[in-house]
């Protein structure tokens, strides 16, 4: 299986502030990457595919980059609605595999 | 709009079976995959295999083969999970997803129902 390492796995920031988020497969897995963002008692919502196409509806603030083992989702100012739990995933392989996740809290 | 609409909440007993439902609507569900996933409380999310509606066919992740069924039922646009010799291990949120794609699996989870928490507790 295709072992996917986030970091850091949790991380305070402010409003407007820029934060990126790292994930990186223990295999090359091309641009098969997928970033979900999830609230506390929600469903994941998914914000990027395919390493860094932006899911419709998604804000511009959003943005994904990387590619073989090493991927990053960056938000380039904070929102407050941004705070959340983030998980990287792969589609390269099965079994799809996810990140552990990374927790944005408020500062 | 695009919507999944999962069962309700189930208690059960170690050793026992749970099937989850998951009713589509606003689209066409043949022509969507189906993706099954879980999620242990304060966990990360767990993909578990998916099913393709128009003929059935399914795909299982090694961890749960031989114990996880995933079936369709085409007339009323819902897929249905059974996991069964359920353990305490198996507590969990369940959530069924569409692949992103039409027609062809890509690996994308979109949109999710609103998740089934299963229970497994003596």
């Known amino acids: 299986d295709i072992q996917m390492t986030q970091s850091p796995s949790s991380v305070s920031a402010s409003v407007g502030d820029r934060v990126t988020i790292t994930c990186r497969a223990s295999?090359?897995?091309?641009?098969?990457l997928a970033w979900f963002q999830q609230k506390p008692g929600q469903a994941p919502k998914l914000l990027i595919y395919a390493t860094s196409i932006l899911q419709s509806g998604v804000p511009s603030r959003f943005s994904g980059s990387g590619s073989g083992t090493v991927f990053t989702l960056t938000i380039s100012s904070l929102q407050p609605e941004d705070f959340a739990t983030y998980y990287c995933q792969q589609a390269n392989s099965f079994p799809i595999t996810f990140g552990q996740g990374t927790r944005l809290e408020i500062k | 709009q695009v919507q999944l609409v999962q069962s309700g909440s189930e208690v059960k007993k170690p050793g026992a079976s749970v099937e989850v439902s998951c009713k589509a609507s606003?689209?066409?569900?043949?022509?969507?995959?189906i993706h099954w996933l879980r999620q242990a409380p304060g966990q990360g999310l767990e993909w578990m295999g998916w099913?393709?509606?128009?003929?059935?066919?399914?795909n299982y992740a090694q961890k749960f083969q031989g114990r996880v069924t995933m079936t369709r039922d085409t007339s009323i646009s819902t897929a249905y999970m059974e996991l069964s010799r359920l353990s305490s291990d198996d507590t969990a949120v369940y959530y069924c997803?569409?692949?992103?794609?039409?027609?062809?699996?890509?690996?994308?989870?979109?949109?999710w129902g609103q998740g089934t928490l299963v229970t497994v507790s003596s």
């Open positions: 099913i393709k509606p128009n003929s059935g066919d399914t």
């Open positions: 295999q090359v897995i091309s641009s098969w």
């Open positions: 997803a569409r692949d992103w794609n039409s027609g062809d699996y890509v690996g994308w989870f979109d949109p």
């Open positions: 606003g689209y066409t569900f043949t022509d969507y995959y």
